[in-house]
């Protein structure tokens, strides 16, 4: 089973940014797709970006904004996102995107306020 460990979330002012990092256990990660999920207060957790070998795909409401990228031999993933805005505040969370997921780290919070 794969273990995953996001970090990099924090309190930011709107415009700023942070970059989140996932860190994976196991060989098999470079195999899958993986993406960046958040959960905000009351709403259901939601994909907002994917990597699948070199190519991304992005919610509308990150698109320019956020950049996904991930380094194999590391067993990682990133998302830089800049001009952050109060309605990106959730939790972050990394997996895979395929029909099961592994089980779910601890997500990271991000947190946009003034």
């Known amino acids: 089973q794969v273990q995953l460990v996001e970090s990099g979330g924090g309190l930011v002012q709107p415009g700023g940014s942070l970059r989140l990092s996932c860190a994976a256990s196991g060989s098999i990660f470079s195999m899958y797709a993986m993406g960046w999920y958040r959960q905000a207060p009351g709403k259901q957790r939601e994909l907002v970006a994917l990597i699948n070998s070199g190519d991304t795909e992005y919610i509308n409401s990150v698109k320019g904004r956020f950049t996904i990228s991930r380094d194999n031999a590391k067993n990682t993933v990133f998302l830089q996102m800049n001009s952050l805005k109060p309605e990106d505040t959730a939790v972050y969370y990394c997996?895979?995107?395929?029909?099961?997921?592994?089980?779910w780290g601890q997500g990271t919070q991000v947190t946009v306020s003034s």
């Open positions: 997996n895979r995107v395929a029909t099961q997921f592994w089980t």
